[in-house]
T-cell receptor, first 110, second 118 residues
Framework: DAKTTQPPSMDCAEGRAANLPCNHS???????VYWYRQIHSQGPQYIIH???NNETNEMASLIITEDRKSSTLILPHATLRDTAVYYC???????????FGTGTSLTVIP | DVKVTQSSRYLVKRTGEKVFLECVQD?????MFWYRQDPGLGLRLIYF???????EKGDIPEGYSVSREKKERFSLILESASTNQTSMYLC?????????????????FGEGSRLTVL
């Protein structure tokens, strides 16, 4: 069973906020939510992660619902270089298993 | 900058050949992982290692084996390559959870090795 569900694709206008949703309705109490992105022909790159609280770093913000069944990655001012596949991942409590879904292909439009 | 290096970006092999995919990390990480990535299936874990000479099966270990003789190196081995093993292979490493200092538990990935088996 898939641990995460994401829309297959999204578009966003350059300079606007990109909001990428993710459902993880079967998440357990000790499982973290991670976000990665993958630019064509490169390995995935870490963006942000969280457990319960909302998180922000220099790249993005992560909003996790109170019941933890879904989350949203926010890129506050999307640029053309943000065009990539974004993966929402649930990491188990041991840290050894990262359950990757099929990701959302984000296209930032000039 | 942290670095995970995969030995070959592109390989073409024939069915039945033995294939070695090498991965080296320079971050002194305890944990290392091998994934394969296929269209529509995302990344799937093949094997991981949490220490030298230790290995654990992931979700799809069939047809693969691994070797971790040194901390910095994790090798993926296809004993007898088959066409259904044509894929992108990604290596990753990570600090063991609970280690001191800034440790987000994130995986650091290599650039990937695209294997074609004819």
């Amino acid at each position: 069973d898939a641990k995460t569900t994401q829309p297959p694709s999204m578009d966003c206008a350059e300079g606007r906020a990109a909001n990428l949703p993710c459902n993880h309705s079967t998440i357990s109490g000790n499982e973290y939510v991670y976000w990665y992105r993958q630019i064509h022909s490169q390995g995935p790159q870490y963006i942000i992660h969280g457990l319960k609280n909302n998180e922000t770093n220099e790249m993005a913000s992560l909003i996790i619902t109170e019941d933890r069944k879904s989350s949203t990655l926010i890129l506050p001012h999307a640029t053309l270089r943000d065009t990539a596949v974004y993966y929402c991942i649930v990491r188990d409590g041991t840290g050894n298993q990262f359950y990757f879904g099929t990701g959302t292909s984000l296209t930032v439009i000039p | 900058d942290v670095k995970v290096t995969q030995s070959s970006r592109y390989l073409v092999k024939r069915t039945g050949e033995k294939v070695f995919l090498e991965c080296v990390q320079d971050m002194d990480h305890e944990n290392m992982f091998w994934y394969r990535q296929d269209p529509g299936l995302g990344l799937r874990l093949i094997y991981f290692s949490y220490d030298v000479k230790m290995k654990e099966k992931g979700d799809i270990p069939e047809g693969y084996s691994v070797s971790r003789e040194k901390k910095e190196r994790f090798s993926l081995i296809l004993e007898s390559a088959s066409t259904n093993q044509t894929s992108m292979y990604l290596c990753a490493s990570r600090n063991r959870l609970g280690t001191s200092g800034k440790n987000t538990g994130e995986l650091f990935f290599g650039e990937g090795s695209r294997l074609t088996v004819l």
